[in-house]
């Protein structure tokens, strides 16, 4: 399984397949947040490092972030049915259930790895022109350290949400053989979550709300607090790892029946 | 040894039967020959065999280990290219061999160079197989299928899309695996490819096994035609009318093709010869296979 992710990873890196990745979450992180650092300094002309990079999360996390993600990870499965080079995979000594936690796995680290690597570089520019000394949410100061920590937090609960978008159309593309389908599964998932019946409070729309994993698009929504709120990110964890946990032992069922 | 065994083996997709209880043995050291017309069923059932495809019912074992409930075990063990290679554009010969050895068992330098040698694929290695011609692909696809050293080998039209050095290339391949000790199921439209490498034929029809024969035994009931080429004249149109069936021969513009056994070659040669005639060439036409193939086929539809 190790292997497989390995080779997976190795292959995204060959393939420039990446940039698809690389270049719109550049894009969208990078320019956002030097897009808020002008908008801080015409406005107040207080450059605030938390609120520089929360808006970056704010603006992209419920649909640009998602998307991407899932156009990446259906990208990778959807093609080795297209290109026919799921016969190499197959005609392995692994067993399909492997090849399918190996990709899943591998496209995950390299997602993780150009995700955190964009937030670092754009923190650090964040770092660079904001004023380190007056870090505040609302009348509340924070630390440098606390900021830091607020948003490493904020990034790994949103990366898991990403690679729980990813486990979703990697198990429609497993399905469907077809990039479109998974995409457009997701895009009604997000419409669904966001049409108005859904705000009126009945059991089963709270039970959603509070369980399903579209739940991440609300990340954001519980940091403008002056504490952390932990217990909120342990639920929220264990409910994308949950996800991802189903999502994947389907897929791998699903997968294990695909005939080429 | 390895023996390689379909039991029983149903396709049905779409409430159309594909595979209608087909059951094979190949034994190792065998080279075997699918031959059936397009639709016959020949590429599903390699399917099947390779692990690709699931039966509707029955089962394909490899030294008893089941393809069908556990691929991965005998994957090890088997080498396949169904159609056509697939390769992936963006590597190199040479990564995309790397990659296929990572996917399996490693197996000795010396191995991997004789099949690099064999199917020379040298030259290219280091191109992206993007740039590839169709020719190029189709001998490394054969080479990723072989590089782990399998002991039984599936090949669909391995000859498909490669110029005449290539065909023949492929042939003495296939002849080196026979000597190796390996067994090597061959699907091909190509009768004279599978003529002149395999051991026994199997010829399928509708997804029924209508045949299963040694090619020896065909040889011995089957003649090869030979042509005689001659150049056309009035006389010669005359003589050959007077001597031979209107069905032996034909006339094509300047010369004329005359069909005969390949016992009767000499004789006919001579007739020809000694009434002055002007002789062009001749040529085999081996059309054991062929002959024998329509016989079956036709016997079958008229059943």
Same mark, same amino acid.
């Given at each position: 399984?190790?292997?497989?992710?390995?080779?997976?990873?190795?292959?995204?890196?060959?393939?420039?397949?990446?940039?698809?990745?690389?270049?719109?979450?550049?894009?969208?992180?990078?320019?956002?947040?030097?897009?808020? #650092?002008?908008?801080?300094?015409?406005?107040?002309?207080?450059?605030?490092?938390?609120?520089?990079?929360?808006?970056?999360?704010?603006?992209?996390?419920?649909?640009?972030?998602?998307?991407?993600?899932?156009?990446?990870?259906?990208?990778?499965?959807?093609?080795?049915?297209?290109?026919?080079?799921?016969?190499?995979?197959?005609?392995?000594?692994?067993?399909?259930?492997?090849?399918?936690?190996?990709?899943?796995?591998?496209?995950?680290?390299?997602?993780?790895?150009?995700?955190?690597?964009?937030?670092?570089?754009?923190?650090?520019?964040?770092?660079?022109?904001?004023?380190?000394?007056?870090?505040?949410?609302?009348?509340?100061?924070?630390?440098?350290?606390?900021?830091?920590?607020?948003?490493?937090?904020?990034?790994?609960?949103?990366?898991?949400?990403?690679?729980? *978008?990813?486990? #979703?159309?990697?198990?429609?593309?497993?399905?469907?053989?077809?990039? *479109?389908?998974?995409?457009?599964?997701?895009?009604?998932?997000?419409?669904?979550?966001?049409?108005?019946?859904?705000?009126?409070?009945?059991?089963?729309?709270?039970?959603?709300?509070?369980?399903?994993?579209?739940?991440?698009? #609300?990340?954001?929504?519980?940091?403008?607090?002056?504490?952390?709120? #932990?217990?909120?990110?342990?639920?929220?964890?264990?409910?994308?790892?949950?996800?991802?946990?189903?999502?994947?032992? *389907?897929?791998?069922?699903?997968?294990?029946?695909?005939?080429? | 040894?390895?023996?390689?065994?379909?039991?029983?083996?149903?396709?049905?997709?779409?409430?159309?039967?594909?595979?209608?209880?087909?059951?094979?043995?190949?034994?190792?050291?065998?080279?075997?020959?699918?031959?059936?017309?397009?639709?016959?069923?020949?590429?599903?059932?390699?399917?099947?065999?390779?692990?690709?495809?699931?039966?509707?019912?029955?089962?394909?074992?490899?030294?008893?280990?089941?393809?069908?409930?556990?691929?991965?075990?005998?994957?090890?063990?088997?080498?396949?290219?169904?159609?056509?290679?697939?390769?992936?554009?963006?590597?190199?010969?040479?990564?995309?061999?790397?990659?296929?050895?990572?996917?399996?068992?490693?197996?000795?330098?010396?191995?991997?160079?004789?099949?690099?040698?064999?199917?020379?694929?040298?030259?290219?290695?280091?191109?992206?197989?993007?740039?590839?011609?169709?020719?190029?692909?189709?001998?490394?696809?054969?080479?990723?299928?072989?590089?782990?050293?399998?002991?039984?080998?599936?090949?669909?039209?391995?000859?498909?899309?490669?110029?005449?050095?290539?065909?023949?290339?492929?042939?003495?391949?296939?002849?080196?695996?026979?000597?190796?000790?390996?067994?090597?199921?061959?699907?091909?439209?190509?009768?004279?490819?599978?003529?002149?490498?395999?051991?026994?034929?199997?010829?399928?029809?509708?997804?029924?096994?209508?045949?299963?024969?040694?090619?020896?035994?065909?040889?011995?009931?089957?003649?090869?035609?030979?042509?005689?080429?001659?150049?056309?004249?009035?006389?010669?149109?005359?003589?050959?009318?007077?001597?031979?069936?209107?069905?032996?021969?034909?006339?094509?513009?300047?010369?004329?093709?005359?069909?005969?056994?390949?016992?009767?070659?000499?004789?006919?040669?001579?007739?020809?010869?000694?009434?002055?005639?002007?002789?062009?060439?001749?040529?085999?036409?081996?059309?054991?296979?062929?002959?024998?193939?329509?016989?079956? /086929?036709?016997?079958?539809?008229? /059943?």
């Amino acid at each position: 399984m190790f292997k497989i992710a390995k080779l997976e990873i190795s292959k995204l890196f060959r393939s420039k397949h990446y940039l698809k990745l690389l270049i719109p979450l550049a894009l969208f992180i990078l320019i956002s947040t030097v897009i808020h #650092y002008f908008i801080m300094l015409e406005g107040t002309g207080d450059i605030n490092l938390f609120s520089i990079i929360y808006m970056v999360f704010i603006e992209n996390g419920p649909f640009f972030f998602p998307i991407i993600a899932a156009i990446f990870f259906t990208d990778v499965i959807v093609n080795e049915f297209k290109q026919k080079t799921i016969n190499i995979l197959f005609s392995s000594t692994f067993s399909r259930e492997e090849i399918f936690i190996g990709k899943f796995l591998g496209t995950s680290v390299v997602l993780t790895i150009i995700f955190m690597g964009l937030l670092t570089i754009s923190t650090i520019f964040a770092s660079l022109v904001a004023d380190i000394r007056s870090i505040s949410i609302g009348f509340f100061a924070l630390s440098y350290g606390e900021t830091l920590t607020r948003i490493l937090i904020l990034a790994a609960l949103t990366l898991l949400f990403l690679i729980c *978008v990813g486990s #979703y159309v990697f198990l429609f593309g497993a399905i469907t053989k077809n990039q *479109v389908i998974p995409i457009v599964c997701l895009l009604l998932t997000i419409l669904f979550n966001g049409i108005p019946f859904l705000t009126y409070d009945s059991k089963i729309n709270t039970f959603i709300r509070k369980y399903s994993f579209v739940n991440g698009l #609300y990340i954001t929504e519980i940091f403008p607090t002056y504490e952390i709120p #932990y217990i909120d990110v342990l639920m929220l964890t264990m409910i994308f790892l949950l996800h991802i946990l189903i999502f994947i032992m *389907v897929g791998m069922h699903v997968f294990k029946k695909r005939q080429v | 040894m390895d023996k390689l065994v379909v039991d029983d083996i149903v396709k049905v997709i779409k409430k159309k039967t594909i595979l209608n209880h087909v059951d094979l043995r190949v034994e190792s050291g065998q080279v075997l020959g699918i031959i059936g017309q397009n639709g016959a069923g020949k590429s599903t059932l390699l399917k099947i065999i390779c692990g690709l495809t699931r039966p509707t019912s029955g089962d394909v074992t490899l030294n008893d280990i089941s393809i069908i409930s556990e691929p991965n075990l005998a994957m090890d063990k088997i080498g396949f290219l169904i159609e056509n290679p697939s390769l992936y554009p963006y590597l190199t010969g040479r990564q995309q061999l790397n990659y296929c050895i990572e996917l399996r068992s490693t197996p000795s330098k010396d191995y991997i160079d004789t099949i690099i040698k064999m199917l020379g694929i040298e030259s290219f290695l280091d191109k992206k197989t993007g740039q590839y011609s169709s020719g190029m692909k189709q001998r490394l696809g054969i080479a990723c299928a072989v590089i782990h050293n399998p002991s039984t080998i599936i090949l669909d039209e391995p000859t498909n899309s490669l110029d005449i050095t290539g065909i023949k290339e492929i042939r003495e391949f296939i002849k080196y695996m026979r000597y190796e000790g390996k067994t090597v199921l061959l699907s091909s439209h190509m009768l004279t490819e599978v003529e002149s490498v395999c051991d026994q034929i199997v010829i399928i029809d509708k997804g029924v096994i209508i045949d299963s024969s040694e090619l020896d035994t065909i040889n011995q009931h089957y003649e090869n035609i030979c042509e005689i080429i001659l150049e056309n004249s009035e006389t010669l149109i005359n003589f050959l009318g007077i001597q031979y069936e209107d069905s032996m021969f034909e006339i094509n513009g300047d010369y004329i093709v005359l069909r005969v056994k390949e016992k009767n070659l000499s004789p006919t040669l001579k007739n020809i010869l000694s009434n002055g005639f002007k002789l062009i060439g001749v040529q085999k036409e081996g059309r054991k296979l062929e002959e024998y193939y329509l016989r079956k /086929v036709e016997k079958e539809t008229n /059943v």
